[in-house]
Protein backbone atom coordinates (compact mmCIF):
# COMPACT_ATOMS: atom_id res chain seq x y z
CA UNK A 1 0.00 0.00 0.00
CA UNK A 2 1.11 3.36 -0.73
CA UNK A 3 2.22 5.27 2.14
CA UNK A 4 1.43 9.00 0.90
CA UNK A 5 -0.95 10.59 -0.22
CA UNK A 6 -2.24 10.13 -3.61
CA UNK A 7 -4.68 10.71 -6.18
CA UNK A 8 -5.67 7.41 -5.06
CA UNK A 9 -4.70 7.38 -1.31
CA UNK A 10 -5.29 10.00 1.49
CA UNK A 11 -4.16 10.85 4.81
CA UNK A 12 -6.67 11.01 7.53
CA UNK A 13 -7.53 11.09 10.85
CA UNK A 14 -9.80 9.05 12.60
CA UNK A 15 -11.12 9.88 15.89
CA UNK A 16 -12.50 6.48 17.43
CA UNK A 17 -13.88 6.25 21.04
CA UNK A 18 -12.12 9.29 21.78
CA UNK A 19 -8.45 8.24 20.31
CA UNK A 20 -6.90 9.49 17.03
CA UNK A 21 -5.67 7.12 14.60
CA UNK A 22 -3.53 8.58 11.56
CA UNK A 23 -4.01 6.48 8.38
CA UNK A 24 -3.33 6.32 5.09
CA UNK A 25 -6.49 4.83 3.47
CA UNK A 26 -7.35 3.86 -0.41
CA UNK A 27 -9.90 6.73 -1.21
CA UNK A 28 -12.03 3.28 -1.51
CA UNK A 29 -11.76 1.86 1.98
CA UNK A 30 -14.85 1.89 4.06
CA UNK A 31 -15.28 2.99 7.57
CA UNK A 32 -15.83 -0.81 8.21
CA UNK A 33 -12.69 -2.38 6.93
CA UNK A 34 -10.90 0.65 8.13
CA UNK A 35 -12.02 -0.30 11.95
CA UNK A 36 -11.49 -4.13 11.61
CA UNK A 37 -8.69 -4.77 9.02
CA UNK A 38 -6.73 -1.23 10.09
CA UNK A 39 -7.38 -0.87 13.51
CA UNK A 40 -8.31 -4.14 15.18
CA UNK A 41 -11.36 -2.91 16.36
CA UNK A 42 -13.56 -5.77 15.38
CA UNK A 43 -16.32 -5.58 17.71
CA UNK A 44 -18.55 -3.63 14.70
CA UNK A 45 -19.61 -6.51 12.70
CA UNK A 46 -19.95 -7.29 8.85
CA UNK A 47 -22.98 -8.67 7.97
CA UNK A 48 -24.15 -7.93 4.46
CA UNK A 49 -21.60 -5.06 3.82
CA UNK A 50 -24.23 -3.53 1.74
CA UNK A 51 -26.47 -2.08 4.12
CA UNK A 52 -29.04 -4.10 4.64
CA UNK A 53 -28.50 -5.65 8.12
CA UNK A 54 -27.36 -2.92 10.40
CA UNK A 55 -24.37 -5.06 11.62
CA UNK A 56 -21.91 -2.51 11.37
CA UNK A 57 -23.59 0.48 13.08
CA UNK A 58 -21.34 2.87 14.69
CA UNK A 59 -22.45 6.40 15.98
CA UNK A 60 -21.08 9.03 13.70
CA UNK A 61 -21.22 12.76 15.87
CA UNK A 62 -23.55 11.10 17.78
CA UNK A 63 -25.96 9.52 14.81
CA UNK A 64 -26.41 6.54 13.75
CA UNK A 65 -24.66 5.26 9.92
CA UNK A 66 -24.04 1.89 8.97
CA UNK A 67 -20.13 1.91 8.53
CA UNK A 68 -19.71 -0.34 5.59
CA UNK A 69 -21.51 1.98 3.23
CA UNK A 70 -19.52 4.80 4.92
CA UNK A 71 -16.04 5.65 2.88
CA UNK A 72 -13.27 6.30 5.81
CA UNK A 73 -12.33 9.45 4.41
CA UNK A 74 -15.83 10.90 5.12
CA UNK A 75 -15.33 9.87 8.38
CA UNK A 76 -12.16 12.36 8.75
CA UNK A 77 -12.25 14.33 12.04
CA UNK A 78 -15.75 13.33 13.10
CA UNK A 79 -16.25 11.47 15.81
CA UNK A 80 -16.98 7.84 15.96
CA UNK A 81 -18.16 5.38 18.85
CA UNK A 82 -17.90 2.13 18.15
CA UNK A 83 -19.31 -0.18 20.58
CA UNK A 84 -15.69 -1.04 22.31
CA UNK A 85 -16.01 2.99 23.68
CA UNK A 86 -19.80 2.12 24.96
CA UNK A 87 -18.45 1.13 28.45
CA UNK A 88 -16.83 3.56 31.19
CA UNK A 89 -14.01 1.38 32.28
CA UNK A 90 -15.57 -1.92 33.97
CA UNK A 91 -19.03 -0.20 33.96
CA UNK A 92 -21.39 -1.41 31.15
CA UNK A 93 -23.14 1.41 29.23
CA UNK A 94 -26.98 1.04 30.66
CA UNK A 95 -27.77 -0.27 26.99
CA UNK A 96 -25.61 -2.82 27.43
CA UNK A 97 -26.34 -3.96 30.79
CA UNK A 98 -29.99 -4.24 30.09
CA UNK A 99 -29.18 -6.49 26.89
CA UNK A 100 -27.05 -8.52 29.29
CA UNK A 101 -29.77 -8.90 32.04
CA UNK A 102 -31.96 -9.19 29.35
CA UNK A 103 -30.85 -11.86 27.08
CA UNK A 104 -30.84 -9.16 24.16
CA UNK A 105 -29.05 -11.49 22.05
CA UNK A 106 -28.60 -15.39 21.03
CA UNK A 107 -25.28 -16.10 19.14
CA UNK A 108 -24.50 -12.14 19.78
CA UNK A 109 -23.17 -11.43 15.83
CA UNK A 110 -25.78 -8.41 15.54
CA UNK A 111 -25.36 -7.27 18.99
CA UNK A 112 -22.80 -4.33 18.78
CA UNK A 113 -24.94 -3.01 15.97
CA UNK A 114 -27.94 -3.34 18.24
CA UNK A 115 -26.39 -1.92 21.01
CA UNK A 116 -25.26 1.34 19.40
CA UNK A 117 -28.30 1.51 17.19
CA UNK A 118 -30.41 1.45 20.59
CA UNK A 119 -28.25 3.73 22.64
CA UNK A 120 -29.10 6.34 19.36
CA UNK A 121 -32.63 5.92 19.38
CA UNK A 122 -32.66 6.19 23.23
CA UNK A 123 -31.20 9.79 22.32
CA UNK A 124 -34.02 10.39 19.09
CA UNK A 125 -36.42 9.86 21.29
CA UNK A 126 -35.42 12.00 23.98
CA UNK A 127 -35.00 14.55 21.68
CA UNK A 128 -38.46 14.19 20.44
CA UNK A 129 -37.86 12.59 16.92
CA UNK A 130 -41.03 11.09 15.60
CA UNK A 131 -41.07 7.80 13.82
CA UNK A 132 -42.66 6.31 11.04
CA UNK A 133 -45.18 5.10 13.22
CA UNK A 134 -45.57 7.77 15.77
CA UNK A 135 -49.28 8.43 15.51
CA UNK A 136 -49.45 12.18 16.31
CA UNK A 137 -46.78 14.51 14.78
CA UNK A 138 -48.57 17.61 15.42
CA UNK A 139 -46.39 20.54 17.72
CA UNK A 140 -48.67 20.59 20.45
CA UNK A 141 -48.25 15.94 21.06
CA UNK A 142 -45.14 16.33 22.46
CA UNK A 143 -42.71 13.14 22.59
CA UNK A 144 -44.61 9.99 21.74
CA UNK A 145 -44.54 7.27 24.19
CA UNK A 146 -41.66 4.40 23.34
CA UNK A 147 -43.72 1.70 22.99
CA UNK A 148 -42.53 -1.78 21.77
CA UNK A 149 -44.31 -0.48 18.34
CA UNK A 150 -42.08 2.63 18.32
CA UNK A 151 -39.50 0.60 19.63
CA UNK A 152 -39.48 -2.26 16.72
CA UNK A 153 -39.61 0.53 14.04
CA UNK A 154 -36.60 2.74 15.06
CA UNK A 155 -34.87 -0.53 15.30
CA UNK A 156 -35.79 -2.04 12.15
CA UNK A 157 -32.78 -1.35 10.52
CA UNK A 158 -30.85 -4.05 12.51
CA UNK A 159 -31.90 -7.38 11.77
CA UNK A 160 -31.02 -10.38 14.02
CA UNK A 161 -30.88 -13.77 12.19
CA UNK A 162 -31.29 -15.48 15.87
CA UNK A 163 -34.08 -13.66 16.00
CA UNK A 164 -33.77 -12.72 19.05
CA UNK A 165 -36.27 -9.36 18.88
CA UNK A 166 -38.89 -9.72 22.17
CA UNK A 167 -35.66 -9.34 24.18
CA UNK A 168 -34.23 -6.91 22.31
CA UNK A 169 -37.12 -4.43 22.24
CA UNK A 170 -37.30 -5.20 26.33
CA UNK A 171 -33.98 -4.14 26.68
CA UNK A 172 -34.42 -0.94 25.03
CA UNK A 173 -37.55 -0.24 26.59
CA UNK A 174 -35.87 -0.72 29.77
CA UNK A 175 -32.49 0.89 28.78
CA UNK A 176 -34.99 3.98 27.97
CA UNK A 177 -36.33 3.83 30.96
CA UNK A 178 -33.50 4.16 33.34
CA UNK A 179 -32.78 7.07 31.35
CA UNK A 180 -35.52 8.95 31.79
CA UNK A 181 -35.65 8.20 35.31
CA UNK A 182 -32.04 9.19 35.65
CA UNK A 183 -32.84 13.10 33.57
CA UNK A 184 -35.48 12.92 35.84
CA UNK A 185 -34.07 12.78 39.22
CA UNK A 186 -31.15 14.99 37.84
CA UNK A 187 -33.84 17.89 37.51
CA UNK A 188 -35.29 17.25 41.00
S1 LIG B 1 -22.75 -4.99 7.19
FE1 LIG B 1 -23.33 -2.93 7.07
S2 LIG B 1 -25.48 -2.97 6.98
FE2 LIG B 1 -24.90 -5.07 6.89
S1 LIG C 1 -28.22 -12.62 18.26
FE1 LIG C 1 -27.62 -13.85 16.57
S2 LIG C 1 -27.99 -12.56 14.88
FE2 LIG C 1 -28.83 -11.47 16.53
Same mark, same amino acid.
Do not use: D, S, W
Given at each position: MASTPSSTYS &? @? +? =?? @?? #? $??? %?? +?VDHRTTLLDA =?? $???DLTGTKKGCDQGQCGACTVLIDG?? &?? &? *? =? !? =????ADGREVTTVEGMAEGDRLHPVQQAFLDLDGYQ *? #?? *? +? %? #? !?ICSAVAVIEEHAAGWPSAVTRDVGPEAGPPELTPEEIRERMSGNLCRCGAYVSIVQAVSRAAGARHQNT $? $?? +?V
Open positions: &A @I +T =LN @IN #G $EKH %PL +T =LR $ERLRR &AV &A *C =L !Q =LAVA *C #GY *C +T %P #G !Q $E $EA +T
